[in-house]
């Protein structure tokens, strides 16, 4: 009677557990998705009726920040150009880091959680200590806000998340492909590059729009490092405008036609991040069908 008492108890408390942990889960999520949903109707309330052909099609006039003519033009292009700056070279980095780990480094767990480990710490590195340690090279070595400084500075904020994004793909295929793939007299380069990569390209795409979204959000790294001109830069050593710091910079004006314009910007690059994510689960589940299932 008291093992049967004892293990119904049980049950009742497990069954209990699993009813908060469940509403708890569900209330989160209501709440997040609640919050999202505030922010974003905040902007497009605010910034639809400011958003006209002319914000996207042209660059800030004398009187912008008056409130007269004029758009945002020079920082949706030079948000577009340190976004595919910064993503592409932090890709040609990363790529090869977490092919390296998950190939040549598979026997050593040790090194291997190590790397993993100190990622996962620059991952939670703010931005901002990204954008001081940016500035503070550029001090020393002399050099100027711009383009380039921006595109080098936001390469090693996203390099993380590059690298990790393809990592976690990569750490999940099964050690019998790596096994299949030596067993044809395939070298670990070729293994790297033509087997786990075409198996993790679902992974690797993710991380590229992911690391690229991210780029083109961030204000606090390019706050020191690619200045801001009312103009759309024609080379790595002139400095440029993104539009986080356009919506900031028009934020903080006391005019409120700038003001409304700053909400305007802010649905452009909110409306740049959800096509982003919309490319990201297209191609994530178009190549996901080439992948092999196990």
């Known amino acids: 009677m008291k093992k049967n008492s004892g293990k119904s108890?049980?049950?009742?408390?497990?069954?209990?557990?699993?009813y908060f942990f469940r509403w708890v889960m569900f209330l989160s999520n209501y709440i997040i998705a609640l919050i999202l949903g505030f922010i974003i109707y905040t902007i497009l309330k605010t910034g639809i009726p400011a958003l006209s052909l002319e914000m996207i099609t042209e660059t800030p006039k004398g009187g912008f920040y008056f409130g007269k003519e004029g758009g945002v033009l020079n920082a949706i292009i030079?948000?577009?150009?340190?976004?595919?700056?910064?993503?592409?070279?932090?890709?040609?980095?990363?790529?090869?880091?977490?092919?390296?780990?998950?190939?040549?480094?598979?026997?050593?767990?040790?090194?291997?959680?190590l790397v993993r480990f100190i990622l996962d710490l620059l991952w939670g590195v703010p931005s901002i200590v990204y954008g001081a340690f940016g500035f503070t090279l550029m001090v020393l070595l002399g050099l100027k806000a711009s383009l380039l400084a921006g595109i080098i500075v936001i390469a090693l904020?996203?390099?993380?998340?590059?690298?990790?994004?393809?990592?976690?793909?990569?750490?999940?295929?099964?050690?019998?492909?790596?096994?299949?793939?030596?067993?044809?007299?395939?070298?670990?380069?070729?293994?790297?590059?033509?087997?786990?990569?075409?198996?993790?390209?679902?992974?690797?795409?993710?991380?590229?729009?992911?690391?690229?979204?991210?780029?083109?959000?961030?204000?606090?790294?390019v706050l020191f490092t690619t200045g801001f001109t009312d103009n759309i830069p024609t080379s790595l050593s002139q400095p440029t405008a993104t539009l986080p710091l356009a919506i900031f910079f028009q934020l903080s004006s006391p005019i409120p036609e700038v003001k409304q314009r700053a909400y305007a910007a802010a649905v452009i690059l909110t409306a740049i991040i959800l096509v982003i994510s919309i490319l990201s689960r297209v191609f994530t589940y178009r190549y996901k069908k080439h992948s092999i299932k196990f």
Do not use: H
């Open 78 to 113: 030079g948000s577009l150009y340190l976004g595919l700056g910064s993503t592409f070279l932090a890709f040609v980095v990363g790529l090869p880091v977490a092919l390296f780990m998950n190939t040549w480094l598979m026997n050593k767990k040790r090194t291997v959680n």
């Open 9 to 18: 108890f049980k049950k009742t408390r497990l069954k209990y557990e699993e």
């Open 157 to 221: 904020l996203i390099l993380p998340i590059m690298i990790r994004g393809i990592d976690e793909g990569l750490k999940n295929i099964p050690k019998g492909l790596y096994e299949a793939s030596y067993s044809l007299g395939s070298t670990k380069s070729e293994t790297a590059f033509k087997v786990m990569m075409k198996q993790t390209m679902p992974c690797i795409i993710t991380a590229v729009l992911l690391s690229f979204g991210r780029a083109i959000g961030d204000t606090a790294a």
